[in-house]
Structure formats: structure tokens, C-alpha cells
């Protein structure tokens, strides 16, 4: 471990001292003025591009977290992610040096990816869990004599949440022209799943049908509460033999760090020598196919 670290003190030293001399000699010959406001474009471009690779990236973890139903602060769960990945690569590096430190995060990365995909459309299923109160909101609101726009702003700054933000967005395109029709396009769009379209389309005929708008927002509020009960109940009924195929996934994962970490033997044969790593990734490799497999047959959708 200390020759590692001395390696990689060294290798960080040499570097520094090549990047200074690249700087002396760039100042000593120093270009033309033409090249100079070049090069300075170039730079900029370069900037800019770095500075989009990361928005696009934040949005996207921005996106992976919302999805699966993760809540707080986007940049502690980042953090959190990576002190987990260093004190995993530390670990395997302990014990058997680099090739170890990129088999372990070979192995995290695989039961990271496993957790995504057990977590996708959790958040949406939560998001979607608050359609019937938003329906029930808006329909008081109609019986107190607001109209269609008034119960939904009324509605959505009671309830808050995702949808909540899309309704509000909506009474604004209403404020700016739009009919209420068109207004709740980019909602559903943004959204397409059955909920959404049944709520939104309760709204549209509220709107457009006449009678007793209420009443029928009451009962596709009604019928979102049966369907939403009736998957409810498949995944409990699920739970079970998705909690016995998370224990079989994690169990050997769990176990082979457990032994690495105890005995230095075992880490050595796993992650020091070439038949080690293989076997290592063709069962981690194993174990994922297996965790997936397992999940498509007990999942509930």
C-alpha cells in the first residue's frame, strides 16, 4: 500500500513538473497576436463545452434521482455516491492494488445498476398516487363556484408536488390566451402515462360537456383510487418474493467482500492474480444476469 501511494506521489510529481515546463517554454516563445486571440477562442469553446457536458450530466442525475423516487438534495446523494466509490476503490487497492480497486468498482457498479432498474417508476407512481386528492380538490372547488382554472390553482397550491407544478403551469398558459384544451397538452406530454390521461381528460370533458362537472371528476377519481389499489395489492403480493431475490443477489456480493476484507489470502487470490478477476467478473457478471432475470418474473408490472 505505501509503495502504491509512493508510486502514485511520484507519477502526480512528474506530471506537475511537466505541466511547468510546458508553461516556461510557452511563455518564452511566446506566438504572434493572431494566434494568441485563436488559441483564447478555443479555450472559450472548450469551456463552454465542458460547462454543457455538465449541465447535461446534472440533469440527467437530476432526472435518474426524481425517477426513482429518491428525496433530498441532489448534490449530498452525489457526494454520498462518490465517498462510497473511493472508499471501495480503497479497499480493493488495500488489498490487492489497482487491479483490485477496479474489480470492486466493477462489482459496485453492476449492484448499483441492479438498484436503479428495481427503482425505475417509483417516483412516478408517487407523483401519479396524488391525482385522485388533486381531482377531489378541484371538484370542491367547483361546488364552493370557482370555475375549472380557479379549482385547479386552488387545488395544486394545497397539494404541491410534481403534478401540482404542472397544473400550475397550465391556469398560467390559460392566463396568457390559451384555451384550457391546449393548455393541458404539454402536461400529458410531459407525463404519458394512463393516470395522467384519465385525469386530464376528465378535466377537458369538465370543462367541455357541461352538466355536473363534479360529479364527474369524483368518478374518475373513484376509478384512479381502484386501479391504483389493485397494483398496490400486486406489489405487496410481490414483495416477498422480491425481497427473497435481493438477499440472493446481495448475499454472495456481501460475502466475498466480507471474506476479502478478513483475510488477505482470499483477497489476494480473487484480485491479485489473473484467474481470480476473472472468476470474480464472470460471477459478479452471473449474479446481475441472475438479479434481473429474477425481477422481471416477481415484478409486478
Same mark, same amino acid.
Given at each position: 500500500m505505501i509503495a502504491w501511494v509512493g508510486a502514485v506521489a511520484a507519477a502526480s510529481a512528474v506530471a506537475a513538473l511537466v505541466e511547468a515546463l510546458r508553461r516556461s517554454l510557452a511563455v518564452e516563445v511566446s506566438p504572434p497576436a493572431v494566434d494568441r486571440f485563436r488559441r483564447a477562442d478555443r479555450t472559450g469553446a472548450a469551456r463552454l463545452a465542458r460547462r454543457r457536458r455538465r449541465e447535461v450530466v446534472?440533469?440527467?442525475?437530476?432526472?435518474?434521482?426524481?425517477?426513482?423516487?429518491?428525496?433530498?438534495?441532489?448534490l449530498r446523494w452525489a457526494r454520498v455516491l462518490v465517498l462510497a466509490a473511493v472508499a471501495v476503490a480503497v479497499l480493493g487497492a488495500w488489498r490487492a492494488g489497482p487491479a483490485g480497486a477496479a474489480t470492486l468498482l466493477g462489482a459496485a457498479t453492476a449492484a !448499483?445498476?441492479?438498484? +436503479?432498474? =428495481?427503482?425505475? &417508476? @417509483?417516483?412516478?407512481?408517487r407523483a401519479d398516487d396524488a391525482l385522485p386528492d388533486l381531482l377531489d380538490h378541484v371538484g370542491r372547488g367547483l361546488r364552493s363556484g370557482?370555475?375549472?382554472?380557479?379549482?385547479?390553482?386552488?387545488?395544486?397550491?394545497?397539494?404541491?408536488?410534481?403534478?401540482?407544478?404542472?397544473?400550475?403551469?397550465?391556469? !398560467?398558459?390559460?392566463? +396568457?390566451? =390559451?384555451?384550457? &384544451? @391546449?393548455?393541458l397538452e404539454p402536461w400529458v406530454a410531459a407525463h404519458p402515462r394512463p393516470a395522467v390521461r384519465l385525469a386530464v381528460g376528465a378535466l377537458e370533458v369538465a370543462v367541455e360537456a357541461g352538466g355536473s362537472p363534479a360529479r364527474a371528476l369524483d368518478g374518475v377519481a373513484a376509478t384512479l383510487r381502484d386501479r391504483m389499489a389493485v397494483a398496490s395489492e400486486a406489489r405487496a403480493l410481490a414483495s416477498q418474493a422480491q425481497a427473497s431475490a435481493a438477499v440472493m443477489v446481495a448475499l454472495p456480493l456481501v460475502f466475498a467482500l466480507g471474506s476479502a476484507a478478513s483475510d488477505?489470502?482470499?483477497?489476494?487470490?480473487?484480485?491479485?492474480t489473473g484467474g481470480g478477476r476473472a472468476l470474480l467478473?464472470?460471477?459478479?457478471?452471473?449474479?446481475?444476469?441472475?438479479?434481473?432475470w429474477m425481477l422481471r418474473i416477481v415484478g409486478p408490472e
Open positions: 446534472a440533469r440527467w442525475w437530476v432526472a435518474t434521482l426524481d425517477d426513482s423516487g429518491v428525496e433530498g438534495d441532489p !448499483a445498476l441492479a438498484s +436503479r432498474r =428495481a427503482l425505475r &417508476g @417509483r417516483g412516478s407512481r370557482l370555475d375549472v382554472v380557479g379549482a385547479l390553482r386552488t387545488a395544486a397550491g394545497r397539494l404541491g408536488g410534481r403534478h401540482a407544478e404542472e397544473v400550475l403551469a397550465v391556469t !398560467a398558459r390559460v392566463g +396568457r390566451g =390559451a384555451d384550457l &384544451g @391546449r393548455a488477505g489470502d482470499v483477497a489476494g487470490a480473487l484480485l491479485g467478473a464472470a460471477a459478479v457478471g452471473l449474479d446481475v444476469v441472475g438479479g434481473l
